[in-house]
C-alpha cells in the first residue's frame, strides 16, 4: 500500500495569508490527525478527524480548522498567518475508529515570511 | 501541554554501544508508543506497548514501562550510525476519541 502523502512538501507564505494543506491517507485508513512540529513547542497534536467528523481538537486558536472528505482524504487550513506558524506540519493516519499505531507522512514544512 | 519529558535531550556514542532513553509522563494512559523521525521528517513508529504490559523486543529494541512511576525507557542495542536520528515517546491517552501525546525527544548521535 502506498503512504501516507502530504502536498505540498514545502511552501513559503507571508503573514496575514492563509494555507491550505493536504493530507491522503493510506488506503483504508478512516482516521487522520494533524500534528503541529515546531523547535520551540515540540510536536503539538491539531485535530484528529474519523468519517468525516472532528473528534479531538488540541490547544490551538480558531484559525486553524480542518475537514476530511468522504474518501479520508484530509485538509487542514491555517488563516491570517503568523511568523509563529512557521513550521513542520504532520499528517498521520490510521485504520481504526480507535487509533493505535499512526502511520506518518513525510510533512509540510510551512515558512511564513 | 507535552504530556512525556524524555531524557537526556541528546546522547552521543560510538557504533556498537547501547543506547538508553527515558520517558516520563503524567497521566494514566492507554499505551505508550515510541517512534523515530530522521532529520525534521516524517515519523516512523517503532514499538508499541501497552499499559498491562512490563516489557516488550522488537529487535534490537527493548522497551519497558513502569505504571507505578509513570515512565518508560527504550534500549537500543548494538547501535549502528543508521539509528541516528531523533526518538519520541508518545502516550496514548482515551478520552472523547484518541490522541498521542508526545514527549520531546532525544536527539541520538551514533559515531562511526
Known amino acids: 500500500k502506498a503512504g501516507v502523502t502530504q502536498t505540498p512538501r514545502y511552501l513559503i507564505k507571508t503573514r496575514g495569508q492563509q494555507v491550505t494543506l493536504s493530507c491522503s491517507p493510506i488506503?483504508?485508513?478512516?482516521?487522520v490527525s494533524w500534528y503541529q512540529q515546531t523547535p520551540g513547542q515540540g510536536l503539538q497534536f491539531l485535530f484528529e478527524?474519523?468519517?468525516?467528523?472532528?473528534?479531538n481538537k488540541g490547544n490551538f486558536p480558531g484559525r486553524f480548522s480542518g475537514r476530511q472528505f468522504s474518501n479520508s482524504r484530509s485538509e487542514m487550513n491555517v488563516s491570517t498567518l503568523e511568523l509563529g506558524d512557521s513550521a513542520l506540519y504532520l499528517c498521520?493516519?490510521?485504520?481504526?475508529?480507535?487509533?493505535?499505531?499512526?502511520?506518518f507522512g513525510p510533512g509540510t514544512r510551512l515558512l511564513v515570511l | 501541554s507535552q504530556q512525556g519529558e524524555e531524557d537526556p535531550q541528546a546522547l552521543s556514542i560510538q557504533e556498537g554501544e547501547n543506547a538508553t532513553m527515558n520517558c516520563s509522563y503524567k497521566t494514566s494512559i492507554n499505551n505508550l508508543q515510541w517512534y523515530r523521525q530522521n532529520s525534521g521528517r516524517g515519523l516512523v513508529h517503532l514499538i508499541l506497548i501497552r499499559s498491562n504490559e512490563r516489557e516488550k523486543h522488537s529487535g534490537r529494541l527493548r522497551v519497558t514501562l513502569d505504571t507505578s512511576k509513570k515512565s518508560s525507557s527504550l534500549l537500543i542495542t548494538a547501535s549502528r550510525a543508521a539509528d541516528t536520528a531523533s526518538y519520541f515517546c508518545?502516550?496514548?491517552?482515551?478520552?472523547?476519541?484518541?490522541?498521542?501525546?508526545f514527549g520531546s525527544g532525544t536527539r541520538l548521535l551514533v559515531r562511526p
Open positions: 498521520a493516519s490510521s485504520p481504526g475508529r480507535y487509533q493505535e499505531t499512526q502511520y
Open positions: 508518545a502516550t496514548a491517552v482515551m478520552d472523547s476519541s484518541y490522541k498521542l501525546i
Open positions: 478527524y474519523f468519517s468525516e467528523t472532528q473528534r
Open positions: 488506503s483504508g485508513h478512516r482516521s
